[in-house]
């Protein structure tokens, strides 16, 4: 079954602990990035990647990490977590052919909250 | 830039009824617009696309979306309504400047659905 897999789905936790939040997708998408969700904001992008070692800054980049060394994985890192990272996070794919006209797959979601 | 805005933040219909989810957007290019669905607990599930091939675009589980460029709007409907449909929308439009795959979010729409 073609998905994209995040882990973990929950995570309570506190500042400046450090955290990663794993992506996993298994259709060979070259194209991943991460979204944050916070009510009335809709999604934002925080980071994307358009293959192995390429990565981006999407919108709101400040105070997360990624990589992208394997196709299919692309971990979001929070190196120093506060509590304005508190949010619902969703990793997305979509294959490289025309961007703008591919629809994305999204993961289930991950809950993060930060005390 | 591209935008889009969603009209409504919440509409409440009885199951049987029609649905309508009203969005506008904003846009210098002919942009790819698509209508995304959340439900609770879940990630986002693609309802429908559209690519400038057609106007009248029909999606999953008995919705569709019409462009219309004179108005730059794209609602979704849906003859009668589930129970199933209670979820939040999200109206989207693709990001065409510099390539980057960024999927522009509106705030959403939540649909209730009575019985």
């Known amino acids: ?115 | 830039a591209q935008s889009v805005t969603q009209l409504d933040s919440h509409v409440s219909v009885s199951e049987g009824t029609p649905v309508l989810l009203r969005c506008n957007y904003s846009s210098s290019y002919s942009p790819s617009l698509f209508w995304y669905v959340q439900h609770p607990n879940k990630g986002l599930q693609l309802l429908l696309k559209y690519t400038s091939a057609a106007t009248l675009v029909k999606g999953i589980n008995g919705f569709e979306a019409e462009f219309k460029k004179s108005e730059t709007s794209f609602h979704l409907t849906k003859p009668s309504a589930h129970m199933s449909d209670a979820a939040e929308y999200f109206c989207v439009v693709s990001d065409l400047f510099g390539n980057t795959g960024k999927l522009i979010f509106g705030q959403g729409t939540t649909l209730q659905v009575k019985p």
């Open chain 1, 1 to 115: 079954e073609a998905q994209v897999t995040q882990n973990p789905r929950y995570l309570i936790t506190v500042t400046g602990k450090k955290l990663t939040v794993t992506c996993s997708q298994n259709m060979n998408h070259e194209y991943m990035s991460w979204y944050r969700q916070d009510p009335g904001l809709g999604l934002r992008q925080i980071y994307y990647s358009m293959n192995v070692e390429v990565t981006d800054k999407g919108d709101v980049p400040e105070g997360y990490k990624v990589s992208r060394k394997e196709k299919r994985n692309f971990p979001l890192i929070l190196e120093s977590p506060s509590p304005n990272q508190t949010s619902l996070y969703f990793c997305a794919s979509s294959s490289r052919t025309e961007y703008s006209n591919q629809p994305q797959h999204f993961g289930d979601g991950t809950r993060l909250s930060i005390l």
